[in-house]
């Protein structure tokens, strides 16, 4: 029996241990992990390994994902153009489910507008994109601020996912 269902999104040019890492890690805890995608079918990493969406984003509804994982890489800098991507998000931080983001997908919170007065943490290289949100930056390997979960770079992934299945199983 699943614990619920946990949104991952995914895009061309996604960070590949950013999502199968927490991917594989919420299914291990029971959860349904599903890959969302902007409109392909499927996705290639960095390296060019393939993930397959499951949803698009614009068909996603909110009330069925208890939270969602924002990969890094380049793919948000794609994800964050996507307005059913940026509703979906927002959707999910407005109900108190967990948003969690790793490496460069702080642009897709900024751009979904809900790390205004927040403190997060990122890849260093968009720290000033955070900052000019309206965020507060910090420098740890994860940073939690009520139901939103960041981290750095994938080094961070032990830390990230602790954070994520203790915030989901408090949820």
């Not at 751009?111 to 949100?133: M, P």
Request: net charge neutral.
């Amino acid at each position: 029996m699943s614990k619920g269902k946990v949104a991952v999104l995914v895009e061309n040019d996604y960070q590949d241990m950013e999502v199968w890492v927490p991917l594989y890690r919420l299914r291990e805890e029971g959860y349904e992990a599903v890959t969302v995608g902007t409109g392909a079918e499927k996705y290639a990493s960095k390296h060019g390994y393939p993930v397959t969406a499951q949803l698009k984003a614009a068909d996603a509804r909110a009330a069925d994902f208890k939270g969602i994982v924002v990969p890094g890489g380049w793919a948000p800098d794609r994800l964050r153009q996507d307005p059913g991507v940026l509703r979906l998000v927002k959707e999910i931080d407005a109900k108190g489910g967990v948003v969690a983001a790793i490496c460069h997908a702080g642009w897709v919170l900024a751009s979904a507008d809900i790390v205004r007065g927040r403190k997060v943490t990122a890849f260093q290289a968009i720290k000033d994109d955070l900052i000019h949100a309206g965020a507060q930056f910090v420098d740890q390997e994860v940073v939690i601020d009520r139901n939103l979960i960041t981290s750095r770079k994938p080094d961070d992934l032990p830390a990230f996912c602790r954070a994520l299945v203790r915030a989901l199983a408090e949820s």
